[in-house]
């Protein structure tokens, strides 16, 4: 089974509307981290921001939020008020709390691109 | 704002060559990675090192490949014998710590060709 999820390989937004991307996870360790990053064009991976599997309140940084629901398992990224600086790749990640260097593993990636 | 470094930015290379890639991690991160993403497809773990040694290495990170830490600055991924299947880019990262809250900072990736 997969563990990250993301089932929009693109998405289309107008300029200034909020826009959900859904991510869901699969893991049966009571302890994680999820992490969304942005991929722009020019390829390097931007950190966005972070839930963790303890937290009780759902992260926020900015215009981004994450939407946890951890009984769904979903942690689903919302950016509000969308820029034309948004059009990316976003993907969902996590961080379980095993092996010794616990690595992140990625979903696919919903490509976002925000229209005028 | 501290960040990671990776040179060069892209690589070309024959294959059966060898390459190096190398990458400056933020200065008091204790934990580093190495990630590759094949073209449109998604990041993929390769290997984690801690204290000079490799903590955890995908099946992706055979033996073609190593890393090293050669100074107390550069962290580096070689690979010995390149073949067309390792075309992609390659990203590293490091976090101050392996715990499951620490966020991992990528660098703006090496894009390796093989011909």
């Known amino acids: 089974a997969q563990k990250i999820t993301q089932t929009q390989p693109g998405m289309f937004v107008q300029e200034k509307e909020a826009v959900t991307l859904d991510c869901t996870y699969d893991?049966?360790?009571?302890?994680?981290?999820l992490f969304w990053y942005k991929q722009p064009s020019s390829g390097e991976m931007i950190f966005l921001i972070y839930q963790g599997s303890y937290d009780q309140q759902n992260a926020t940084e900015g215009r981004y939020s994450l939407n946890f629901q951890k009984a769904r398992k979903s942690a689903n990224l919302v950016i509000s008020a969308s820029q034309l600086g948004d059009s990316a790749m976003y993907f969902c990640a996590m961080r379980e709390n095993t092996g010794t260097a616990s690595k992140l593993t990625f979903g696919t990636g919903t490509r976002l691109q925000v229209t005028l | 704002e501290p960040e990671v470094t990776q040179t060069p930015s892209h690589q070309v290379t024959q294959m059966g060559q060898e390459v190096i890639l190398r990458c400056v991690p933020i200065s008091n991160h204790l934990y580093f990675y190495w990630y590759r993403q094949i073209l449109g497809q998604k990041v993929e773990f390769l290997v984690s090192f801690y204290n000079n040694e490799i903590s955890e290495k995908s099946e992706i990170f055979d033996d073609q490949f190593s890393v090293e830490r050669p100074d107390g600055s550069n962290f580096t991924l070689k690979i010995r014998s390149t073949k067309l299947e390792d075309s992609a880019m390659y990203f590293c990262?490091?976090?101050?710590?392996?715990?499951?809250?620490?966020?991992?900072?990528f660098g703006p990736g090496t894009r390796l060709t093989v011909l």
């Open positions: 893991t049966s360790d009571p302890s994680y981290g």
């Open positions: 990262a490091s976090s101050v710590d392996r715990s499951y809250t620490d966020t991992q900072y």
